[in-house]
């Protein structure tokens, strides 16, 4: 059965911008994504608004529903209080192109300043390699990033402190643990870990774990190992002994 909800949703661009309301009516098994074409469709035509899917694998629809970070296209109307307006914007942490559209690529230039893939010769006749099945598991989580770049948006180092030029994130952090424990990677990203790309600016809020999509341990399997290895060559006092 339909029923009217108001949504009420950020309409600008980089100059400056407000929230509009727009009551349409929704149905069952309805996500956000399905209300805000629905308004696109009926009375905004020039709103603007990514997506590409629609079924939480591009990455594209990724903006702040009740100010949490959230892909449209897998927010069910079911999941939320429609008894008040539903607010949707576009993520914080990026420049704002026109409504719910944002400029997203500072994370790929930021993405090339991590160190490429760089394997060991093969060890088997063939000219192939040989790697543990536990191995190839550890780092097959990472790899389930669909670059949604959420966990970006909600990192307090990133939206609240403004640390671009310092600070890579949680998304690149984990691209960072998919080569670094990659069983056949022998490039050396440590250094640039933690003098680069400053993963002590992480302070392991777990904020960007509970937003992925992905269901990512992105702090407890890629961070916290990573901070590891910086701590084992920095700060291990026994390691600095043999230093000095
Ligand atoms: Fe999105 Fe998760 Fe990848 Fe971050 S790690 S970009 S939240 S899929
Ligand atoms: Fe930011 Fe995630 Fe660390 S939200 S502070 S990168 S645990
Ligand atoms: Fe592709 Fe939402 S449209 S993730």
């Not at 009420?8 to 009551?23: K, L």
């Not at 209300?35 to 629609?54: F, M, S, T, Y």
């Amino acid at each position: 059965m339909a029923t009217p909800a108001t949504f009420r949703i950020w309409r600008g661009n980089a100059a400056g911008g407000a929230f509009q309301d727009y009551t349409t009516s929704v149905e069952e098994g309805m996500v956000v994504l399905d209300a805000v074409h629905r308004i696109q469709a009926q009375q905004a035509p020039d709103l603007a608004v990514r997506w590409n899917c629609k079924a939480g694998k591009c990455g594209s629809c990724s903006a702040e529903i009740n100010g949490m970070p959230s892909l449209m296209c897998m927010t069910r109307l079911s999941a939320i209080d429609l008894n008040m307006p539903v607010i949707v914007e576009p993520m914080h942490a990026f420049p704002v192109i026109r409504d719910l559209v944002t400029d997203v690529s500072w994370n790929f230039q930021a993405k090339k300043m991590i160190k490429q893939f760089k394997p060991r010769p093969p060890d088997a006749a063939d000219g192939t390699w040989r790697i543990q099945q536990a191995d190839v598991e550890r780092v097959q989580e990472f790899r389930k990033c669909i670059e949604c770049f959420l966990c970006q948006d909600v990192c307090h180092v990133l939206r609240e402190h403004n640390k671009h030029d310092e600070f890579i994130g949680p998304r690149l952090l984990v691209y960072a643990a998919a080569l670094e424990m990659h069983p056949l990677d022998t490039e050396d990203r440590v250094s640039d870990l933690r003098h680069k790309h400053n993963i002590g600016y992480c302070n392991i809020t777990t904020c960007c774990r509970q937003v992925c999509p992905e269901s990512i341990t992105i702090t407890e399997n890629a961070i916290i190992p990573l901070k590891e290895r910086v701590v084992d060559r920095y700060f291990d006092p026994l390691k600095r002994l043999f230093r000095i």
